[in-house]
Structures are given as structure tokens and as C-alpha cells.
């Protein structure tokens, strides 16, 4: 197998219905926990230097306030319809890496190869987003409901 193909397996047969159990809709690399007043995504995160032995990727989390966004896209910004967890908007938007919320506070990309196994990729991946990356998001939520 190709990292790319580890990679597409673990997220999408391993972390997607994770983040599906935690209340999250989506697919690909893009989740969203719906919240009727405020954006809250999740995004996985591929490096750019990927090769077909070696790719990175971290997780990203973004919480956008619904009106702030529209108001935005009224006052004829060129974003589409609903924002990028992958993208830093500015002050009015909250976006952080896993890595920032874990212990140690560092930034954190997960390493995968054509050898390596999925099962231990996703159980990491998905105890990040469910010990930290959720709960920061969730807290979030609260302050712009």
C-alpha cells in the first residue's frame, strides 16, 4: 500500500465513523458539529511535501460564528458558503491545531508510510480529537450560543 492509501483508509473507515459516534457530519477531511448560532469544523490537514511513501497530516479546528460569516459573505468577501477549518479567518474566529490543545502545547502531524499499519494511526488520531480537540471545540460553541 501507498501512505496515500494507508492514509484514506484510516480516516475513512476508522476516524470518520469515530467522529460520527461524537456527533460530527461530514466526510473527506472536512467534519462539522452542527450548532445552529456557530460553524464548528474539524479538519484533517495534509502536508504538502507528500510523497507516495511518506505523507503527514495534523488536525485543525476551527469555530466560526454563523452571522460574523454571513455578514462577510454580504458584504461580497469571495469565500464559499461555509468556512475552511483549514484556514485562519482572523480575531472573530477561533482556529487551533490538536497539537496547541494536547499536553506540551506543540505543534503535532501524524507520519504515515505504505507500511504502516491503520488500526494504531486511528486510535491515535482519534484519542486526540476526543480528549482534546472536541471538548475545545464543544467550548467554544458555549461562548458564541
Known amino acids: 500500500m501507498t501512505a496515500q492509501e494507508v492514509f484514506s483508509a484510516a480516516v475513512r473507515q476508522g476516524v470518520a465513523p469515530e467522529l460520527r459516534k461524537q456527533g460530527f457530519v461530514g466526510s473527506g477531511q472536512v467534519f462539522e458539529l ?15 511535501g507528500a510523497s507516495v511513501d ?13 452571522g460574523k460569516w454571513q455578514e462577510i459573505l454580504d458584504s461580497g468577501a469571495k469565500y464559499p458558503s461555509r468556512p475552511s477549518p483549514n484556514k485562519v479567518y482572523g480575531k472573530w474566529a477561533w482556529w487551533a491545531r490538536i497539537g496547541e490543545l494536547m499536553p506540551g502545547g506543540q505543534d503535532l502531524w501524524w507520519v504515515v508510510t505504505g507500511d504502516a499499519g491503520k488500526g494504531d494511526l486511528v486510535r491515535k488520531v482519534v484519542s486526540a480529537c ?10 467554544q460553541g458555549n461562548l458564541y450560543g
Do not use: M
Open 130 to 139: 476526543v480528549e482534546y480537540g472536541i471538548p475545545a471545540l464543544r467550548e
Open 54 to 66: 511518506r505523507l503527514k497530516f495534523t488536525v485543525n479546528l476551527a469555530a466560526v460564528p454563523k
Open 34 to 48: 452542527p450548532d445552529p448560532n456557530v460553524w464548528l469544523l474539524l479538519g484533517i490537514q495534509k502536508s504538502s
